[in-house]
């Protein structure tokens, strides 16, 4: 009894060590095909401040992340005010509350305006990680991102004095300015749109994923890595790759065309190129695609599959893909919705 009893942990033992190995050897078959966690801890805010710099924010100011900084970008990131009607904020098509976007196919903005190119709104989560922003990629950082929609006739409708002009009314707003930046600082609409960044740079959702390529096997079930293993042999990370599997400019629809290509007159830049979207958080963005028409992941993966790479995923294989992307679904920063001082009489009226 006790020989049989001690052969079976034998058995055991050999299979855990063995299981272990796979996963070792995936963890390195995943960063060998170009997959990266995200930093964390003193690496993570190095690299935040970096990429402040590196992307010119805040001109002349040299930005520190400070948390005086980040509080008063979070502010400008949730108010409606910025809008020329004082109804639309970055958080209306980027909703933190909804995995950084909003979960309808075409970005909606002033006067209920549909995107005219029926593009859907990326999510804001880890865009820090993206090499460029926007779907055609015109935008190399955070800082001008934050500019574009602000003008869009459709998406805020303001203009950039008409912001200024709006955020130097409230006394509050100047006084944290100040705080932010020095007594001397010029409120710009540069500035704004900078102090933003700096806010999203901070909205970064590491998950069990970034633990399992630090090196934790237990962090992925044996479903996920098989889903893992899956995505890397079919060949997905061509594309989706790097800290933020994604967040490049790739050709679109390379071996036959996109289904949907028709909804919409979006063609990328150029070139043909469009951003690859992150795989980050999946789970939460839906409808997927620049223009938003599939709702189940599961069928954009197949769609991928034949319109990238020219295979047949699956129902199965697009269903261990599924199961992997479970594992992407990370931590989010938690967020105080900031309360936002009062207008003066100074400050201009909201035009419908």
Request: hydrophobic letters at 35%; proline letters at 7%.
């Amino acid at each position: 009894m006790k020989k049989t009893a001690l052969i079976g942990s034998v058995i055991t033992f050999c299979a855990i060590n063995a299981f272990g190995a796979i996963n070792q050897e995936l963890i390195q078959k995943a960063k060998n095909s170009g997959l990266q966690p995200i930093p964390s801890g003193k690496a993570l805010a190095a690299y935040q401040l970096q990429k402040a710099k590196d992307t010119d924010l805040a001109t002349g100011y040299n930005p520190k992340m400070t948390q005086a900084q980040i509080e008063l970008g979070k502010k400008l990131y949730f108010d409606p005010r910025i809008s020329s009607s004082n109804l639309i904020s970055c958080n209306t098509c980027h909703n933190l509350a909804l995995g950084g976007v909003d979960v309808v196919p075409v970005a909606i903005g002033e006067k209920w305006q549909p995107n005219p190119h029926h593009l859907n709104s990326p999510t804001v989560y880890n865009s820090v990680f993206n090499s460029v922003q926007f779907w055609d990629g015109r935008a190399f950082h955070l800082g001008d991102q934050a500019q574009g929609p602000i003008q869009n006739p459709v998406e805020m409708a303001a203009t950039p004095k008409l912001v200024v002009e709006k955020i130097t009314s409230i006394p509050a707003y100047v006084d944290e300015f100040k705080k932010a930046y020095g007594n001397k600082v010029k409120i710009d609409f540069k500035l704004i749109g900078d102090t933003i960044a700096m806010f999203e740079e901070t909205l970064v959702t590491p998950s069990r994923y970034d633990d399992f390529l630090n090196g934790n096997p237990k962090a992925l079930s044996k479903q996920e890595q098989e889903g893992l293993n899956t995505f890397i042999d079919k060949g997905c990370i061509a594309c989706h790759n790097g800290i933020n599997l994604g967040g490049t400019m790739q050709p679109f629809g390379i071996v036959k065309p996109y289904e949907f290509a028709n909804v919409g007159d979006f063609k990328g830049d150029a070139n043909g190129m469009v951003k690859v979207p992150t795989l980050r958080n999946i789970a939460e963005t839906m409808p997927y695609f620049h223009n938003g028409q599939y709702w189940d992941v599961k069928d954009a993966i197949k769609e991928m599959g034949a319109i990238q790479l020219g295979i047949t995923i699956n129902d199965q294989e697009a269903k261990k893909i599924e199961t992997f992307f479970q594992s992407l679904t990370g931590t989010k920063p938690t967020i105080t919705y900031p309360v936002l001082a009062p207008v003066t009489d100074k400050t201009p009226k909201p035009i419908f």
